[in-house]
């Protein structure tokens, strides 16, 4: 591999993660700002899981839903609820 080349694909890996660091901080802003009740998308999230038991912790206490369909799990509320548990 040329020199030339190395440096080119160093260089789209180096663009290619700070893309990805982007979007996870969006997809981190903008799943706390639905947690809110009054934010308008709100509605959107699971309901909120039931349990007796304190387990400690969690990332949040909304149920998981079930993704039947690729496009469903690809969705910014599905996503981001599996990201953070």
């Known amino acids: 591999m040329s020199v030339e080349l190395k440096g080119q694909v160093n260089s789209f890996l180096k663009h290619a993660h700070i893309q990805q660091a982007i979007a996870d901080d969006a997809d981190m802003d903008i799943f706390c700002k639905m947690a809110n009740p009054h934010h308008c998308v709100?509605?959107?999230?699971?309901?909120?899981k039931s349990c007796n038991h304190?387990?400690?912790?969690?990332?949040?206490m909304y149920?998981?839903?079930?993704?039947?369909?690729e496009m469903h799990q690809k969705s910014s509320v599905p996503r981001c609820l599996f990201k953070y548990m």
């Open 54 to 60: 304190y387990l400690g912790p969690k990332g949040h």
């Open 42 to 48: 709100h509605s959107l999230l699971s309901p909120v």
């Open 63 to 69: 149920e998981l839903p079930r993704c039947d369909s």
